[in-house]
């Protein structure tokens, strides 16, 4: 399934890819301005029907040094595996659905999100998922692998060979707290741009 995936910066916007219906998707830039991001965010309100779910990204360079000066973008499906549409979205918030959103990592590297665990796409193989992007100051935005959970009966050992994407694998262990929320959290190892 082909669903346009991008991040916008400011004025300047990540590339995206191709969408099924619109070629030149470009979501807009955090609504409240990159600087005055949250380290954590709550995409699912109360009433989303779903099992909640709380994770934490932990932003690491290669020598264990905190990363903060990124943009993380996050979006999943909904608990039947629907984007579902908000009324009146344009652009690739027409297939990120109306759960998504924008964090900047605190001064330790975390972002904290507050959701609900996403469902598979319908009569897909794929495992649920959560798609992350990440954008540093000036340069493109670029996914890594996407949160995946151990638990699920879609995750092959094929599809966990193939996290070959950047920030490290993404495939996490989900266990419930005593409030019944899951809880999960992953270390996303980046080389900085510029960097050695």
């Given at each position: 399934?082909?669903?346009?995936?991008?991040?916008?910066?400011?004025?300047?916007?990540?590339?995206?890819?191709?969408?099924?219906d619109d070629?030149?998707?470009?979501?807009?830039?955090?609504?409240?301005?990159?600087?005055?991001?949250?380290?954590?965010?709550?995409?699912?309100?109360?009433?989303?029907?779903?099992?909640?779910?709380?994770?934490?990204?932990?932003?690491?360079?290669?020598?264990?040094?905190?990363?903060?000066?990124?943009?993380?973008?996050?979006?999943?499906?909904?608990?039947?595996?629907?984007?579902?549409?908000?009324?009146?979205?344009?652009?690739?918030?027409?297939?990120?659905?109306?759960?998504?959103?924008?964090a900047r990592?605190?001064?330790?590297?975390?972002?904290?999100?507050?959701?609900?665990?996403?469902?598979?796409?319908?009569?897909?193989?794929?495992?649920?998922?959560?798609?992350?992007?990440?954008?540093?100051?000036?340069?493109?935005?670029?996914?890594?692998?996407?949160?995946?959970?151990?638990?699920?009966?879609?995750?092959?050992?094929?599809?966990?060979?193939?996290?070959?994407?950047?920030?490290?694998?993404?495939?996490?262990?989900?266990?419930?707290?005593?409030?019944?929320?899951?809880?999960?959290?992953?270390?996303?190892?980046?080389?900085?741009?510029?960097?050695?």
């Amino acid at each position: 399934i082909l669903i346009c995936m991008a991040l916008g910066w400011t004025t300047r916007s990540a590339g995206a890819q191709n969408s099924p219906d619109d070629a030149a998707c470009q979501p807009p830039a955090p609504p409240q301005g990159d600087r005055t991001l949250p380290s954590s965010l709550t995409l699912a309100s109360s009433t989303e029907r779903g099992e909640p779910l709380e994770f934490t990204l932990h932003f690491r360079a290669p020598q264990g040094r905190p990363l903060q000066n990124l943009v993380v973008y996050v979006y999943h499906t909904d608990a039947s595996g629907q984007y579902r549409r908000a009324q009146g979205a344009t652009g690739c918030f027409r297939f990120h659905g109306v759960l998504h959103g924008w964090a900047r990592p605190d001064s330790t590297g975390r972002v904290l999100v507050r959701s609900i665990r996403p469902g598979p796409y319908p009569g897909s193989s794929e495992p649920a998922h959560v798609h992350i992007v990440v954008q540093f100051p000036g340069q493109q935005g670029f996914y890594i692998n996407d949160l995946l959970f151990d638990d699920d009966p879609r995750l092959t050992p094929a599809i966990r060979a193939a996290q070959t994407m950047a920030g490290g694998p993404g495939v996490v262990r989900a266990t419930k707290d005593p409030r019944g929320v899951w809880q999960a959290a992953r270390v996303v190892t980046l080389q900085p741009p510029g960097t050695r």
